[in-house]
Antibody, heavy 115, light 111 residues
Framework: QVQLQESGPGLVKPSETLSLTCTVS????????WSWIRQPPGKGLEWIGY???????NYNPSLKSRITMSVDTSKNQFSLKLTSVAAADTAVYYC?????????WGQGIQVTVSS | QSALTQPPSASGSPGQSVTISCTGT?????????VSWYQQHPDKAPKLMIY???KRPSGVPDRFSGSKSGNTASLTVSGLQPEDEADYYC???????????FGTGTKVTVL
């Protein structure tokens, strides 16, 4: 079955850019929607946004000004960039397949924002 | 756009049933049949349990069922088992600007 794996730095300095990649295996990024979700420590899930395999995106309005998502079909990957991070962006970040519902999830990657 | 409202906790004894509510508005839960439910064990990724209000993915026990009435969706777990103890989140399409939102989460305890 489809497997997703997040990768990227686990520690990011305040005001810098968080960059994560999700690699899809045992499946293809085409023709699906792909989502990013995060979960601050001890808190609930927050929808960050989605990207379609064609590159169409839609972002959470509360984060929209700081987010960029992209997809690389040749590498079977999609990515998230979050600029100007602060302590409040510390969370486990998950990638997932789908947008109206998310049927496959990555294991999650802990990202801490700290100097 | 706000998170959908769930009770913080719910509990039941093994074999009993527990129902978790997810309350939104006519702009999200009440307006579309894109409500899904996720189970999350500690330090694990969420798992899809119900999608499109009542549909069950392959491999999810039929003890899990979903429904919706008005602006409130519900997840019922029948015949509670110890492994059902987890956090549960609802998730819905919210319409405006193609926004999506999770519920606040419910911790289910099997007594």
């Amino acid at each position: 079955q489809v497997q997703l794996q997040e990768s990227g730095p686990g520690l990011v300095k305040p005001s810098e850019t968080l960059s994560l990649t999700c690699t899809v295996s045992r499946g293809s990024v085409s023709p699906y929607y792909w989502s990013w979700i995060r979960q601050p420590p001890g808190k609930g899930l927050e929808w960050i946004g989605y990207i379609y395999y064609t590159g169409t995106t839609n972002y959470n309005p509360s984060l929209k000004s700081r987010i960029t998502m992209s997809v690389d079909t040749s590498k079977n990957q999609f990515s998230l960039k979050l600029t100007s991070v602060a302590a409040a962006d510390t969370a486990v970040y998950y990638c997932g397949r789908g947008v109206t519902h998310i049927d496959y999830w990555g294991q999650g990657i802990q990202v801490t924002v700290s100097s | 756009q706000s998170a959908l409202t769930q009770p913080p906790s719910a509990s039941g004894s093994p074999g009993q049933s527990v129902t978790i509510s997810c309350t939104g508005t006519s702009s999200d839960v009440g307006g579309y049949n894109y409500v899904s439910w996720y189970q999350q064990h500690p330090d694990k990724a969420p798992k899809l349990m119900i999608y499109e209000v009542y549909k069950r993915p392959s491999g999810v026990p039929d003890r899990f069922s979903g429904s919706k009435s008005g602006n409130t969706a519900s997840l019922t777990v029948s015949g509670l088992q110890p492994e059902d103890e987890a956090d549960y989140y609802c998730y819905s399409y919210a319409g405006s600007n193609n926004f999506y939102a999770f519920g606040t989460g419910t911790k289910v305890t099997v007594l």
